[in-house]
């Protein structure tokens, strides 16, 4: 499937992700993948997976999570929805329901089965945000076991990756009892996509 995946025209390879049906047995609204990307695309969002408002609306992060992630990164909503600025590949594409303490991880079959193509057609990534544990898992290399230790170090991946925690309001507690994210990170990473923003028209 690589071999083919890999012939296919940017446009194409995308049509067929959001028409993907792979795991639509195991989700309990149907399949609707929500991904943005651009062959120009500077900066990436890696999340976790849709939850119900996202699948209902179709907008990526269209929810508290997303009011907060757009405030770290010190954007409007008209630049984080633009895909030639942004783009958002979350873990999984579609909604996977919700469990006993909030949504279900991501479902395991979406990312083996096009991460890597769509990863391997957005070269002018400048920095890829990793948000939450799933995210931590598959993209970080000589990761800690925690998610709070992936961030605490940072700077380890840094300019071109940041492991974050999720935006999420269940997180509070996390940001209360870690006032060094927000204090020492966030000023760095607004530095950091103001200064990407800035460059984009040397791909045009």
């Not at 949504?103 to 890829?128: K, S």
């Not at 290399?141 to 230790?149: I, L, P």
């Not at 961030?151 to 009892?177: A, D, F, G, I, K």
């Amino acid at each position: 499937m690589k071999d083919t995946l890999a012939q296919l025209s940017f446009d194409e390879l995308v049509r067929q992700v959001r028409a993907c049906t792979i795991c639509a047995d195991a989700l309990p609204l149907g399949p609707r993948p929500v991904v943005q990307l651009s062959p120009e695309s500077r900066i990436l969002v890696i999340g976790q997976a849709p939850g119900r408002r996202v699948h209902e609306t179709g907008l990526p992060f269209n929810d508290p999570s997303g009011d907060r992630l757009r405030q770290w990164m010190g954007i409007t909503r008209e630049v984080f929805y633009d895909d030639r600025k942004l783009a958002i590949l979350p873990m999984g594409f579609c909604y996977p329901g919700t469990g006993k303490s909030g949504d279900l991880p991501p479902r395991p079959e979406c990312a083996p089965a096009w991460r890597n193509a769509l990863l391997e057609r957005l070269p002018y990534i400048g920095l890829t945000l990793v948000i939450g544990q799933y995210a931590h898992a598959w993209h970080l290399k000589d990761r800690e076991k925690s998610v709070t230790e992936n961030v605490r170090n940072w700077q380890r991946y840094w300019p071109e990756v940041l492991p974050m925690p999720h935006p999420s309001p269940r997180n509070n507690l996390w940001l209360r009892r870690n006032p060094w994210f927000e204090e020492q990170v966030i000023p760095e990473l607004q530095k950091r996509i103001a200064g990407l923003l800035e460059s984009d028209t040397l791909v045009e």
